[in-house]
């Protein structure tokens, strides 16, 4: 396969004889690290002891792969539960790095790496570079934000394994970015997909082009886009585009990633069990089916989530890949089994809105209306007044509005636009409320 720019090579590994293992000894690893890890959370956390022993499931019942369905489920609600650390299967002296999820104020959760745990990290994100055709000769440009978020430190560890030149840009100031990447020959851009989109066109503003700078690879994840995207940031960046799927519970980015083959994206599975599950009953759905994305971490020492719901919707293959690799592949998410929206990277509960809402006083008829400007999410609340939140002024209700905005900000983190409408303006359903307009097409 050959990009604009560069030469990729199929068959390129970054850890070969794991990359490209039998099923047997795919299976093998899994059926020791599982039985490892249930009987390493049944002495050290509290929750899976109970969880196990409500269930009536002994730590012997667990003997392979097979028996991972005997198993309780663990949810994000469970992470909020025992935050900070009551999931945490090591002692603290020997974690060395926390992380949390963007979640917001009240919904944050913590999570928590060994050493060991951050060297099979670095393993894995350098093996997603290796399989786009990167090597220690490029510039690896991580626009990922660094800090509690897993996406910038993630792949900053990947690329130093690698050996490459990595570039800790973090996100923001996208001026700089560009000026950066020209300057520095940046030859692979690591970000979320909507800041790539932001980047091209910031590049055109500034009148250059893709032949100006040096970038020949992308990797974007962390939040959903589709294939006219990938098409669109192709094109603007002149770079070949990968995706990259990961979540902070599990590890961070490189749970799961692209090959050149592109079809779908293999799942790190000596260190990561994936099942699909039917949301509703929980049984577990064969291979092409739709259904929620469970995992479980097999080798994770400070944080080894069992059966974790990630409430994204996909399918996975068992079918050889061209490429050689030898882990099963999972699509794109396909959706969410809950309500949640991504906006600029955040996580956004419609149900934190009308909390803002009711505590303000308000009535519960709005409706939320995502779309993608410029390249950019943004989000508008429309509220109905009534008889107890009403003005007849134009300042009046700007006055209110603003109110709104302030708070929806303050408790989600992301600003909102918030218009009033008259009373009983929102249309009414029959059924269950439409309380997302998500226009952004992705
Ligand atoms: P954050 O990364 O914003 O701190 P999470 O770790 O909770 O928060 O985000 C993980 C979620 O992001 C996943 O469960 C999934 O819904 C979404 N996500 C991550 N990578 C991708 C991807 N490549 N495509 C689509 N959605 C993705
Ligand atoms: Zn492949």
Known sequence: MKDKKGVAKVGNYWQQEIETASREQITKWQ?????????????????????????????????????????????KQDLRDTYPYGLFAVDLKDVVRLHASSGTTGKQIVVGYTQNDL?????????????????????????????????????HGGSQRLGAVTIPVSSGNTARQITIMKDFGSTVLCCTPSYAMYLGESLEQQGLTADD??????????????????????????IKAFDIYGLTEIMGPGVAYECQE?????????????EIINPETGEPVPDGEKG?????????EAFP??????????????????????????????????????????NVFPSQIETVLLQKGYSPNYQIIVDRVNNLDT????????????SDTVTGISKM????????????????????????SIERSIGKAVRIIDKRKI
Request: glycine content about 8%; charged content about 30%.
């Open 119 to 155: 060297d099979i990290w670095d393993d894995i994100c350098a093996r997603q570079l290796v399989a786009i055709g990167a090597t220690k000769a490029d510039k690896i440009h991580v626009s990922y934000g660094y800090g509690l978020f897993t996406g910038g430190l993630g792949l």
């Open 262 to 274: 592109q079809s779908g994206m293999h799942v790190n599975e000596d260190h990561f069990i994936i």
């Open 213 to 238: 700078i040096s970038l020949k690879y992308g990797i974007f994840g962390a939040e959903p886009w589709t294939e006219e995207m990938r098409a669109h940031i192709e094109k603007k960046l002149g």
């Open 31 to 75: 059926n020791e690290r599982l039985v490892n890890t249930v009987k390493r959370v049944y002495e050290n956390v509290d929750l899976y002891r109970r969880r196990m022993d409500e269930a009536g499931v002994k730590v012997e019942d667990i003997r392979s792969v097979d028996d991972i369905v005997k198993l309780p489920f663990t949810c």
């Open 305 to 346: 989530l069992l059966r974790y719901r990630t409430r994204d919707i996909g399918v996975i293959t068992h079918q050889k890949c061209a490429c050689g690799r030898t882990f099963v592949r999972m699509s794109k998410p396909m959706g969410r089994t809950d309500d949640m929206l991504i906006i600029r990277g955040v």
């Open 401 to 424: 509005e603003n109110a709104l905005q302030e708070a929806i900000k303050s408790l989600l983190g992301v600003a909102a636009k918030v218009k009033l409408v008259s009373p009983k």
């Open 379 to 390: 989000l508008e609340v429309q509220v109905e007044m009534d008889e107890n939140n009403f």
């Open 292 to 300: 929620e994305i469970v995992f479980s971490c097999i080798s994770k």
